[in-house]
């Protein structure tokens, strides 16, 4: 491990994690992670939900809003759009020079629409072109015949810690790799076969027996265990393997994501080195 | 007006409302909908099929 560097080590030298593909596509991935403990896994995890920034919108002036919709809930749902993010480009608003706001902590976007129809997020004119919404078809408001809005929205990078639009994640979370046995005792009742809610188990009618064919998909409820007489299968989990599910909202790929997070978590790690050795030094 | 977001994991289900909504009444099986639409978790789902457009 980099951050080791100079530092003297004792065993082995950084871990044998490995990780393998299982499902992937723009906003979803699904991966194995093995040979790693809980508290790192979760650490990333935890990063990856509330401090990689994204980009949402903050502030609204709302010059005209005849809609039946308050401002306040039309601030609401805009705040809750997610708009592509490109973290390069700009810095936290916490960490810029500017007094307010400007071009490297800031993105307008302007709304100036006319009734009757429904105003869409892709209605929404932004001032930097890789600064738009992520689904143009969100509603955001309807308008009747002869009723208009107007408004100013400024997006800013921010973190999940402060609210939770500014989450890069939906559905971020992993589970234990489910190891599950049957022993000898088994009297092929079907009945964990027939019981378990996610089909992981089948009677394997060539060899008399229960298999197990759909591993990954359970979800450790032991309901196979409960409904079985013999007490003949066990669920149990496989030490230090997870299963690692991230979904974002779409503002950055779960691969910027988890890139972030693993800078974020080095960027820690280095400050504890870089005391530790300030400190010997003393 | 339907929730930006689902409620219980953040989702951001409500830019697929309008092709679920019109699928549905030109008769499709709601369930399809959901499945094609890559709305796959229960939290999700259920922000899709109960909601009543009010005004
Ligand atoms: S319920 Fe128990 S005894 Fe029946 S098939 Fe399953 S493991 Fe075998
Ligand atoms: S623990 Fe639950 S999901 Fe897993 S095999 Fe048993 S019944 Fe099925
Ligand atoms: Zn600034
Ligand atoms: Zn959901």
Redo the contacts with the bound molecule.
Sequence with gaps: MMVLEGLEVKGEEGSNMEIDIKEKNDNELTCIVEDVDVSFINAIRRICTVEVSTMAIDTVSIFKNDSTLFDEVLAHRLGLVPLKTDLEAFVLPSECDCEDECPSCSVSLVLKEKGPRVVYSGDLVSAHEAVTPVYDSIPLLKLKEGEEVELEAIAKLGTGLEHAKWQPTTACAYKYY?L?TIDDSCEECMK?VN????N??EYDESENKIIIADIEN????????NNCEQSAIN?DAVENKFIFKIETDGSLSPEEVLKNACDILNNKSEKIVAFCKEGAKK | MIPVRCISCGKVISAFFDEYKKRVEDGENPKEVLDDLGINKYCCRRMLITHVEAW
């Design positions: 489910p599950i964990c019981e378990c809610p996610r992981v188990l359970c979800s450790a409820c032991k309901t196979c265990m669920v």
